[in-house]
């Protein structure tokens, strides 16, 4: 099915997108999304309020230290999506097994 091969491949954008344009706010600069977030001024303090804010902006539960493992807006950006499935899965698996 050719929607479901597209429907990741969007999910990455849309994510993508709200990664860049959240951390871009927040540093009031633009960044690629291949450039280390350290390197363009992200603190502890500054990647607790990313963290945060991506959180919200997700509906998702996103651990502070996710930065450190996952420097740049791409790396963090697939990191969240394959997260953000799995918490989908489980939640639909969850819902399916308790009717």
Excluded: W
């Amino acid at each position: 099915d050719v929607a479901a091969v597209r429907a990741p491949a969007r999910k990455v954008m849309d994510v993508a997108g709200i990664v860049k344009k959240t951390v871009e706010t927040l540093m009031g600069t633009t960044i690629s999304g291949n450039e280390a977030l350290v390197d363009v001024g992200i603190d502890s303090l500054s990647a607790v309020e990313l963290v945060s804010t991506l959180g919200h902006e997700l509906n998702t539960e996103i651990e502070p230290t996710v930065l450190f493992d996952h420097p740049t807006i791409n790396d963090l950006s697939n990191y969240l999506v394959a997260h953000i499935q799995a918490s989908t899965d489980k939640r639909i698996t969850q819902h399916s097994s308790s009717q």
